[in-house]
């Protein structure tokens, strides 16, 4: 089955910290992956997402990276705020296998004021 | 855009009764996704819908999990009998049909066996 994992299960950080959360991939046939936020009480929310012909994408205070050959993908924060503090997940799709996506255990991020 | 909807948002059962869930993805999304999420780890799918079709469901434990999605908007997931290790949340979540892939999620449904 697919494999996707998180180093690390808790991180806590200061805020204004930069945040940086990673995971591992098994399958080199994964071609698409995304970061969801999830918050309590909530669903999974979309941050960011990368295709494999890429290696790096930013958006608002958010980078993910993309190292293909050792199949790892991180998500990094700037200026980690409070309402950073929430369950990251990186979620991957295979081909061929209907857009279904393969969750990670997730990391739980702690902003310290 | 109205977000998904789901209901009811907690549930508390016990062992061996019958629960139902339900979705409302958001308008026009023809994909519709059931999740399990057992607390402290990521979701897992169970179901996949396209249209009112099953796309997916080898994940899905048939002898005692069922779902539909009769008209191609709504759906249930159904489970008869639960068992306490079905405590989890039941996440429901729908995509528009294109490039993006990123799927919107509800804010699901907290099932306590007990």
């Known amino acids: ?113 | 855009e109205a977000g998904v909807a789901q209901s009811p948002r907690y549930k508390i059962i016990e062992k061996r009764q019958s629960v139902a869930f339900w979705c409302n993805p958001i308008s026009g999304h023809a994909t519709l996704y059931w999740y399990q999420q057992i607390l402290g780890q990521g979701p897992k799918l169970l179901i996949q819908f396209q249209n009112n079709g099953v796309v997916d469901d080898s994940q899905l434990p048939k002898d005692r999990f069922s779902a539909e999605r009769l008209k191609g908007v709504d759906s249930t997931l159904k489970i008869q009998p639960a068992k306490l290790e079905d405590s989890a949340v039941y996440l429901c979540a729908s995509r528009r049909p294109g490039t993006n892939l990123s799927y919107t999620f509800g804010s699901g449904t907290r099932l306590t066996v007990v």
């Open chain 1, 1 to 113: 089955g697919e494999s996707v994992g998180l180093h690390l299960p808790t991180l806590s950080v200061q805020e204004g910290d930069n945040s940086i959360i990673n995971c591992a991939y098994s399958n080199s046939a994964s071609d698409y992956f995304i970061w969801y936020k999830q918050e309590s009480g909530k669903g999974p929310q979309f941050i960011i997402d990368i295709r494999s012909n890429m290696d790096k994408r930013q958006g608002q205070r958010v980078t993910v990276l993309l190292n293909k050959t050792v199949k790892h993908l991180s998500l990094q924060i700037a200026a980690t705020q409070p309402g950073d503090s929430a369950v990251y997940f990186c979620a991957e799709t295979v081909k061929n296998t209907g857009n279904q996506f393969y969750f990670g255990t997730g990391t739980s991020l702690t902003v310290i004021p």
